[in-house]
């Protein structure tokens, strides 16, 4: 079974920094998935922030690059997300997301976390 559970969520100002963590279960830190953060803030459609595959190649939102840095460790099966600069249009719920390609594609999602950066 397939876990994510997020972490470290929380208000900020903006120009703030926090990271947020995501504790995967062994069983899928153990395969290629790539391993991800979304975002989903009120009344907007959700949105890839950042990405990293088994091998660390990273991707990232326009938006956030410079800003925000994605990393794993393999060891503790955590993805983190550091997050610095930080700006009112940050806020979000961000979602731990582990994608899987088998025969079919399979999604995992976390529950998510609170990011508020205030003006």
């Known amino acids: 079974q397939v876990q994510l559970v997020e972490s470290g969520g929380g208000l900020v100002q903006a120009g703030g920094s926090l990271r947020v963590s995501c504790a995967a279960s062994?069983?899928?830190?153990?395969?290629?998935?790539?391993l991800g953060w979304y975002r989903q803030a009120p009344g907007k459609q959700r949105e890839l922030v950042a990405t990293i595959t088994i091998g660390g190649t990273t991707n990232y939102a326009d938006s956030v690059k410079g800003r925000f840095t994605i990393s794993r460790d393999n060891a503790k099966n955590t993805v983190d997300l550091q997050m610095n600069s930080l700006k009112p249009e940050d806020t979000a719920v961000y979602c731990c997301?582990?994608?899987?390609?088998?025969?079919?594609?399979?999604?995992?999602w976390g529950q998510g976390t609170q990011v508020t950066v205030s003006s």
């Open positions: 997301n582990a994608k899987l390609w088998r025969t079919i594609l399979y999604d995992y």
């Open positions: 062994r069983s899928i830190f153990s395969t290629n998935a790539k």
